[in-house]
């Protein structure tokens, strides 16, 4: 069994790698970032709960920009709010802007990057976490979110293609779908531009080599 310890990963690179690997490589590998309207409006949300504090509401104690690790999987990161319910057990809300009404495939993003968080807080804590909420700014709605095994395997594996994604020399190949055009790397990416190379390739390899 190896001990050594690993390097450590955002919590955020969790939610890049399930809505686009090559975003992931991009921003944590590449270290290159660019913003849009859409990065603006979750700038200007997260401006809500960046500063770190805690409060008390409705007799929970309600702590901001938490921060949070999880040695076991070797991730580090932030909890937008995380409430303490009144026997002690952690329960995050993490921020996010769009309508709580998305795409199954993007909501699941959220999912498991809440979930990572819930695994952060367990381990830190010591107590169970069976659900978290996702609080969507243009809804003004909480979507609860059930920390079960299958999220909580979701997360296992992410970590692990994250992690092997930023050991590695190769950058993900573009998507090229309509993920991207929401995307603020999109220009940097150039998807449109990359895929019909990568069909090019394709095509004048099947030339000379019938069986592709």
Known sequence: MNDEPVDPIALSALQHWRYCPRQCA??????????????????????????????????LRVE???????????LVGK????????????????????????????????????????????????????EGALYYASSRRRRIVSIDG???????????????????STMPPPLNDERCRACSLRDLCQPEALSADATRTRTLSSLFDPEI
């Open 64 to 74: 901001r920009a938490l921060p949070l690790f999880c040695d076991r999987l070797g």
């Open 26 to 59: 991009l921003i944590h590998v590449e270290q290159v970032f660019e913003d849009n309207l859409y990065t603006q409006r979750g700038q200007a949300l997260h401006k809500r709960v960046d500063d770190p504090g805690f409060e008390t509401r409705d007799g």
């Open 150 to 168: 299958a999220l909580r395997q979701s997360v296992e594996e992410t970590v692990a293609a994250v992690r092997t994604s930023l050991a590695g």
């Open 79 to 130: 909890a937008d709010v995380v409430e303490f319910l009144t026997d002690g057990t952690p329960y995050p809300v993490e921020y996010k802007h769009g309508s709580r009404h998305k795409r199954a495939d993007i909501a699941a993003c959220d999912d498991v990057q809440l979930a990572a968080q819930a695994i952060c807080l367990e381990e830190m804590f010591g107590r169970p976490i069976a």
